[in-house]
C-alpha cells in the first residue's frame, strides 16, 4: 500500500474506482448500467479486498445497491455505490430513508439522457431529481458537480467527510463525459480503512452491536408515528440542511470580475462553456464563468453578488433548464437569466454557446 | 405464605429473556410474533452475542421489533430487508445478522431481495412469519393467502383465476445452492416453540460458522386479520395453513 501520490491517466469513472479505495472506503455495492459501468469493473480488476479489506458486490438490482448502501451506512461504515440515471430513478426510495434515518453514503450519478430508458449519451437532466431530494418527503442529498477526471478522484473522499460529518447522503452529480473521458488524474496516498474503535467514536449512532453494554440500544430508522414528535425530527433535518447550506457551499469564478455577462455552468458544460468563453475573449466580449461546485446546497448569494455587476446571465446546462431556476431565484429578477442547452444526449458546442451569447445579450436590440 | 416467600430462586420455573425489555407490545392477543421475538431474544442472550448482533426489521407488523428487543437495529423499507443484511454481515463478519420479515415484505414486494441474498448463500438467517395476510394494514390480500381465504382485498375468497397460487417461498430457497437451512416452523404448541428456539440456534450458529444462508419460516396466526378469536385462529391455522404449508425441515446441509 504506497504512502505516496500516484499519477494516472484515468477515466472518470476508474478515477472513482481508485479514489475509493484510496480513501478508506468500506464497501462498494453497484450494478452495471451505461456509461458507469467502469466503476464495478475497475474495482473487480482491482481487487481491493486482497488489500485494503474492501467489500465489493455485484447486487441484483440499484434497489438492492442502494438498500445495502443504507445498511452499511447505518452500521457506520463508508460505503457507496455507482449508476446512471435509470438506476438513480430507481434508487430515490432508499436515498429518502437514508436521509430519514441520518444515515451516510455516496451515490455516485454518471448521468445520461432520459426520460425513461433515454439514451447511454451524456445529459445533465437529473439535476432537479439530485438538488430536490428525489423521492418523498422533505430531504436533501448534498450534491458534488466534478468537471474534471481529477475532480472525479477528489470528490469521493470529500462526500464521505460530507457525508459523516452531516449524517446525510452525499451525491457525486456526474455525466458520460466525465465518467468516460480520459485524464491526467493524481491520486491521493492511501487512507487506511478505519477500526471498529475509530467508528465507534466517528459514529456513537452506528447500529453495530459495538458496547452495547454500556448504552442504550441503537436504532437506525426514518419511521415514527407520532406526528408531534415527526414534526420535532423534521425540524432537526431542517435545522441540519440550514447549516449544510451556510458551510459547504463551492464553486469557482473565472473572469467573472471584469465581465460584462457571465455563463453559470456546472460539470461537464462549464468545461465547455470555458471554451466558449475563450472564443469570446478573444471576439473582444467581456465574459465570465461562474461553476457551482455544489448543487445542493447552491451557491445563492454568489450569484446574487454577481448579478450585482453584470449585464445579464446565461445558464448552459447539458437539459432543458433545470439549474436555471436556481439561478433566476438568485437573482432575483435584477437581470435577465437565459438559459441553453441540448438535449438527448448531445453535448453542445462551444461555438453555439458563443452564438447563444451573442444572440441572446451582446446583438440583441 | 407471603408473596416474598414465594419469590426466590429455588423456586423460578420461567424467566423473561433479559433482552426483552417492559415496552408494551402492540401486536394483538394470539399473535405469534410475541413468541418469536422472545425466541430470538432468548437465543441471543444464550448465545452471548447481544454486542455482536445486528437485526434489520422489516416493514409489516414487525416494523416496531426495535421496540421490543434490545439490541442494535436497522429498520429497512418495505422488502429491503436482506440487501441491508448483506451489507451489515460482509462489512461486519463476526456480527449476528438476522432479518425478521413478513409474508408481504418477504414473499411479495422483496422476493428479488430474498432470493439473491440467499442464493449468494449470505451468512446471515431471515426469520419469514407467514400469516397469510397483510396484518399491519388491515388484512388485505397476502402472496400466501390461502386459495377462497376471504380478505380485505379478495373479499370473495382468493380466486386463482384472478390472484395466481399461494407462493411458497420456503420450497422456493430449499433449491438454491446458497441456503444452508431452510425450515418451516411454528408456535402453536409448547412443543412447536421448544422446535421452534432450536430452529432459531441451529440458524443463528450456521450464519456464524460461515455455512451460508439460513431462512425460517413460522407459519403464524393473525387473529385480527383473520377475524377469529386467539383460540380459533390457532385452530383455524393448524387445520387450514398447515395443510398447504407443510411443517419441517427442507434443508439442512
Not at chain 2, 462489512?91 to 414486494?109: K, N, S
Request: net charge negative; proline share 5%.
Amino acid at each position: 500500500m504506497g504512502e505516496e501520490r500516484e499519477v494516472l491517466l484515468l477515466k472518470g469513472n476508474e478515477a472513482i474506482a481508485h479514489a475509493a479505495i484510496r480513501c478508506g472506503c468500506d464497501g462498494y455495492f453497484g450494478y452495471p448500467i451505461t456509461p458507469q459501468s467502469e466503476v464495478l469493473e475497475t474495482l473487480a480488476a482491482l481487487k481491493p479486498w486482497e488489500t485494503t479489506g474492501m467489500v465489493v458486490l455485484q447486487a441484483e438490482s440499484e434497489v438492492a445497491s442502494i438498500n445495502m448502501l443504507y445498511g452499511a451506512g447505518g452500521s457506520g461504515k463508508r460505503a457507496m455505490t455507482s449508476s446512471s440515471s435509470p438506476g438513480v430513478a430507481l434508487m430515490q426510495e432508499g436515498i429518502g430513508y437514508m436521509a430519514g434515518a441520518e444515515v451516510p453514503g455516496l451515490i455516485v450519478n454518471v448521468q445520461r439522457g432520459g426520460p425513461g430508458l433515454g439514451t447511454i449519451q451524456p445529459s445533465q437532466s437529473d439535476y432537479n431529481q439530485a438538488t430536490r431530494g428525489g423521492g418523498n418527503g422533505d430531504y436533501n442529498v448534498i450534491v458534488l458537480a466534478p468537471a474534471s477526471v481529477q475532480e472525479m478522484a477528489d470528490f469521493v473522499d470529500l462526500a464521505f467527510e460530507l457525508a459523516f460529518r452531516y449524517r446525510n447522503p452525499a451525491m457525486i452529480l456526474s455525466d458520460g463525459v466525465i465518467g468516460q473521458m480520459m485524464e491526467k488524474v493524481v491520486l491521493p496516498p492511501y487512507k487506511p480503512r478505519r477500526t471498529e474503535e475509530e467508528i465507534a467514536q466517528e459514529c456513537p449512532w452506528a447500529a453495530n452491536g459495538h458496547g452495547l453494554k454500556n448504552r442504550k440500544p441503537n436504532v437506525i430508522t426514518s419511521l415514527e408515528l407520532e406526528s408531534s414528535v415527526m414534526e420535532v425530527r423534521n425540524l432537526h433535518l431542517q435545522e441540519k440542511y440550514r447549516q449544510i447550506a451556510e458551510n459547504e457551499v463551492r464553486y469557482e469564478e473565472n473572469g467573472c470580475d471584469d465581465c460584462d455577462y457571465a455563463i453559470v455552468a456546472f460539470g461537464s458544460a462549464a468545461r465547455i462553456s470555458q471554451k466558449a468563453v475563450d472564443t469570446a475573449r478573444k471576439k473582444g466580449y467581456k465574459i465570465g464563468i461562474f461553476r457551482p461546485i455544489t448543487l445542493w446546497p447552491f451557491p445563492e448569494k454568489e450569484i446574487a453578488r454577481l448579478s450585482e455587476h453584470v449585464k445579464g446571465i446565461l445558464v448552459v446546462e447539458i437539459n432543458a433548464g433545470q439549474m436555471v431556476f436556481d439561478v433566476r431565484a438568485a437573482v432575483n429578477g435584477r437581470i435577465p437569466v437565459e438559459h441553453f442547452g441540448r438535449l438527448g444526449g448531445i453535448v453542445p458546442d462551444p461555438d453555439e454557446i458563443v452564438q447563444a451569447l451573442e444572440e441572446r445579450f451582446i446583438h440583441r436590440k | 405464605m407471603t408473596r416474598e416467600e414465594i419469590i426466590r430462586p429455588e423456586n423460578e420455573v420461567y424467566r423473561k429473556p433479559a433482552l426483552m425489555n417492559d415496552v408494551g407490545m402492540h401486536y394483538c392477543p394470539g399473535c405469534s410474533h410475541g413468541v418469536v421475538h422472545k425466541l430470538i431474544a432468548e437465543v441471543i442472550e444464550e448465545m452471548g452475542m447481544a454486542e455482536k448482533t445486528i437485526g434489520i426489521s422489516p416493514v409489516g407488523c414487525a416494523v416496531f421489533a426495535y421496540r421490543y428487543i434490545d439490541i442494535d437495529w436497522q429498520e429497512a423499507a418495505h422488502g429491503r430487508a436482506p440487501a441491508l443484511a448483506t451489507a451489515c454481515k460482509r462489512l461486519w463478519p463476526d456480527r449476528l445478522v438476522f432479518t425478521y420479515q413478513g409474508d408481504g415484505d418477504l414473499a411479495c414486494i422483496g422476493t428479488a431481495e430474498t432470493i439473491h441474498a440467499l442464493n449468494r448463500g449470505e451468512n446471515i438467517t431471515i426469520i419469514f412469519i407467514n400469516n397469510a395476510i397483510y396484518g399491519m394494514t388491515g388484512g388485505q390480500m397476502a402472496p400466501t393467502t390461502l386459495i377462497g381465504m376471504k380478505t380485505a382485498t379478495c373479499p370473495y375468497g382468493r380466486d386463482i383465476h384472478l390472484h395466481g397460487f399461494p407462493l411458497k417461498m420456503t420450497e422456493i430457497a430449499a433449491t438454491l445452492d446458497g441456503t444452508a437451512y431452510v425450515t418451516r416452523q411454528s408456535v402453536d404448541t409448547v412443543a412447536a416453540i421448544r422446535k421452534a428456539k432450536k430452529a432459531i440456534r441451529h440458524a443463528f450458529e450456521n450464519s456464524m460458522q460461515g455455512k451460508g444462508s439460513n431462512l425460517i419460516e413460522f407459519v403464524s396466526t393473525c387473529s385480527s386479520g383473520w377475524k377469529k378469536s386467539p383460540v380459533e385462529a390457532n385452530k383455524w391455522m393448524q387445520e387450514h395453513m398447515f395443510q398447504y404449508y407443510h411443517l419441517g425441515d427442507l434443508k439442512d446441509k
